[in-house]
T-cell receptor, first 105, second 113 residues
Framework: EDQVTQSPEALRLQEGESSSLNCSYTVSGLRGLFWYRQDPGKGPEFLFTLYSAGEEKEKERLKATLTKKESFLHITAPKPEDSATYLC??????FGKGTRLHILP | SQTIHQWPATLVQPVGSPLSLECTVEGTSNPNLYWYRQAAGRGLQLLFYSVGIGQISSEVPQNLSASRPQDRQFILSSKKLLLSDSGFYLCARGEGTSGEKLFFGSGTQLSVL
């Protein structure tokens, strides 16, 4: 059975304190690993797609990486506006429960 | 631009009442469409997806149903709501051929009392 597990469930950081979010997955034949950002009361917003181990994507302070078993979302020098829930998905439709990220000013 | 319209934004319904949530998509033809539910403490749960008019696949057995009467219209319905139907309902369209990225609507927060 295809599965996605995200950790930690919640993370509080000081502004400028870099960290990483983890997404572990079990899937038969990966057809894409997806990262989304979700603000409270809104629908998720697409960030990145990764297809093969070793692939990396960057956008502003975010960098996503992929191995054969997990993906990391690295946040460098975060700002309060990066506070959100970050969701990981595999095969386009199987989502993890997300990591709630809170950046303190 | 491609836009997903979902309404209403908030809905409070009594147990046993019917439900109809509508999603319409602009700017694209024959999109793959999805209904998700997001309950407190749980991840996004795929409820239904559709690859075309009249084509519905159900992922979770429940008292909800979906229909796609037009290419860009996707409707989620229930004849009698249960307390457990409360949650944040999201419509999404897929884009891509080798694994789809999803674009979501703004969602409907449903409270069943």
């Amino acid at each position: 059975e295809d599965q996605v597990t995200q950790s930690p469930e919640a993370l509080r950081l000081q502004e400028g304190e870099s960290s990483s979010l983890n997404c572990s997955y079990t899937v038969s034949g990966l057809r894409g690993l997806f990262w989304y950002r979700q603000d409270p009361g809104k629908g998720p917003e697409f960030l990145f797609t990764l297809y093969s181990a070793g692939e990396e994507k960057e956008k502003e302070r975010l960098k996503a990486t992929l191995t054969k078993k997990e993906s990391f979302l690295h946040i460098t020098a975060p700002k309060p506006e990066d506070s959100a829930t970050y969701l990981c998905a595999v095969q386009a439709v199987i989502f993890g429960k997300g990591t709630r990220l809170h950046i303190l000013p | 631009s491609q836009t997903i319209h979902q309404w209403p934004a908030t809905l409070v319904q009594p147990v046993g009442s019917p439900l109809s949530l509508e999603c319409t998509v602009e700017g694209t033809s024959n999109p793959n469409l999805y209904w998700y539910r997001q309950a407190a403490g749980r991840g996004l749960q795929l409820l239904f997806y559709s690859v075309g008019i009249g084509q519905i696949s159900s992922e979770v057995p429940q008292n909800l149903s979906a229909s796609r009467p037009q290419d860009r219209q996707f409707i989620l319905s229930s004849k009698k709501l249960l307390l457990s139907d409360s949650g944040f309902y999201l419509c999404a369209r897929g884009e891509g051929t080798s694994g789809e990225k999803l674009f979501f609507g703004s969602g409907t927060q449903l409270s069943v009392l």
